[in-house]
């Protein structure tokens, strides 16, 4: 039996996710404008820039958890170690994505091989801090507990980065009399914050991960997941599947929600200065929809509050779209939308865990980080279907760039608003008939398949 989830874990477990979103947030929305307004490369060279690494990015999103669980373990355990040894690697080169050194195609190609080396590495870290969840977790209140604390924190760096805005690294840049070192310096302390943070999630780990120190050949081969064990517990996973489609549904809500927020309020609601306040309220509502719903998947399961999360956020968003010109009434709206946003977040990571437990009791293998890792594919997908939805139903509705708010046909608020929240409420309400028809994995049924993973390392051992 694994030992109880300390203080430290139950109040903390998370702090890194808040490190890990103070650090890529610099880039979710400062790169685009970093490459064209401070490193002044033109727009083909920043959609080089962007879309090739996007791409890559995305091809080897699957493979990361597959990668840690087929290698051999470090000396600190399969995923503890990753938080170790990761950390050091991001810093120098995702630092070096905010620099123009040399001139040229020179400063292009640091870009870009810094991107991917710093985008595979952080991917690798990110995978093994969630493969913990179901690693160090005895239960599913265990991994309930775990993910809503890590979705809060996730929030709360949301928040705080918020509080770092594109005026305060204009300001260092102006401060110093060099715009592309206030960059620099900017991503360079988020980097060193991640790291810290990471370093704590490895600390608090202490003695949760198994550590094998015989080396003898049969051990090693004991330690590693083979592809075909990787590939039954896929294919022999129909929960996991559905739990896949009906992610990528709240990523889309997610991508697309939040690219349109600012058409909604420039073009829709006529009022720019509330967007600011509906980001701040929106990110607070989601960090408290996040903490609290450890309570409710205590008292109702996990399976049954992120049903419920995936149908009350599809029916705020829809209800919203009939009040798009109260402007009090739809922030209340969007603002219980957020909650729910929050709320399935951190649930989602419980569920993702409890089908680690299943392929487990199912194929008899263990694949926490293949299974875990799995979760980046719906998010690198949903940017990818967020950056074709988009322009693709403004283009449709006749939105042209720097237009005027006040030339807005009526067709074109109509679609803004479709795009806003319709089109997202309809792709939740799907993923949530998904998950009440196909994902099957109640509190019961997990304690059961849990007792019985016991009882078999207890014969084996």
Not at 33 to 43: C, E, G, P, R
Not at 104 to 121: D, F, K, N
Not at 426 to 437: D, K, S
Request: hydrophobic share 50%.
């Amino acid at each position: 039996m694994k030992k109880p989830l300390s203080n430290a874990l139950k109040r903390f477990y998370g702090i890194g996710d808040f490190g890990f979103t103070l650090m890529a947030n610099v880039e979710l929305y400062y790169m685009a404008y970093f490459l064209t307004n401070v490193a002044k490369f033109d727009l083909a060279t920043t959609a080089l820039i962007m879309t090739s690494t996007s791409m890559i990015d995305v091809i080897l999103s699957p493979f990361y958890g597959g990668i840690i669980d087929g290698m051999k373990p470090m000396k600190w355990g399969r995923y503890r170690s990753w938080l170790l040894v990761i950390p050091p690697i991001v810093t120098l080169f995702y630092t070096l994505e905010f620099t123009v050194i040399g001139a040229g195609m020179v400063p292009v190609a640091i870009i870009i091989g810094s991107y991917l080396i710093g985008h595979i590495a952080w991917n690798f870290s990110y995978v093994a801090n969630v493969a913990l969840i179901p690693t160090i977790s005895s239960t599913p209140e265990d991994r309930a507990q775990l993910s809503a604390t890590r979705g809060a924190y996730n929030n709360a760096g949301k928040i705080a980065f918020s509080l770092v805005g594109l005026s305060t690294v204009l300001y260092i840049g102006t401060a110093i009399n060099n715009p592309v070192l206030g960059f620099t310096l900017v991503a360079l302390a988020m980097c060193l914050i991640y790291w810290a943070t990471y370093f704590a999630h490895f600390k608090m780990t202490d003695g949760y991960e198994e550590i094998n120190e015989n080396t003898g050949t049969e051990k090693k081969k004991k330690e590693k997941t083979s592809i075909k064990d990787m590939a039954k517990s896929l294919v022999q996973n129909p929960h996991l599947l559905v739990l896949l489609l009906a992610d990528l549904s709240r990523w889309i809500v997610n991508f697309v929600m939040a690219g349109t927020a600012v058409y909604f309020f420039t073009y829709v609601s006529n009022n720019v200065p509330m967007f600011t306040t509906y980001l701040l309220v929106a990110n607070g509502m989601a960090l408290v929809g996040a903490y609290l719903s450890k309570n409710a998947a205590a008292k109702f399961s996990t399976r049954t509050a992120g049903i419920v999360g995936f149908y009350a956020l599809g029916g705020f968003l829809l209800i919203s779209q009939f009040f798009a010109t109260n402007l009090v009434v739809v922030l209340i709206l969007l603002s219980c939308a957020q909650f729910f946003l929050g709320f399935i977040y951190a649930l989602i990571s419980a569920m993702y865990s409890d089908t680690v437990i299943y392929s487990e009791w199912k194929t008899g293998s263990k694949a926490s980080g293949w299974i875990m890792g799995l979760m980046n594919l719906p998010l690198k997908i949903g940017n990818l279907i967020k950056g074709a939805i988009i322009p693709a139903v403004l283009a449709a509705v006749g939105f042209v760039a720097k237009m005027d708010p006040a030339t807005a046909t009526p067709e074109l608020k109509a679609g803004i608003v479709q795009l806003f929240v319709i089109i997202p409420g309809i792709g939740i309400l799907v993923g949530a008939v998904l998950l009440t028809v196909g994902y099957r994995l109640t509190r019961d049924k997990i304690t059961n398949y849990q007792k019985e993973i016991d009882e078999r390392q207890a014969i084996v051992e």
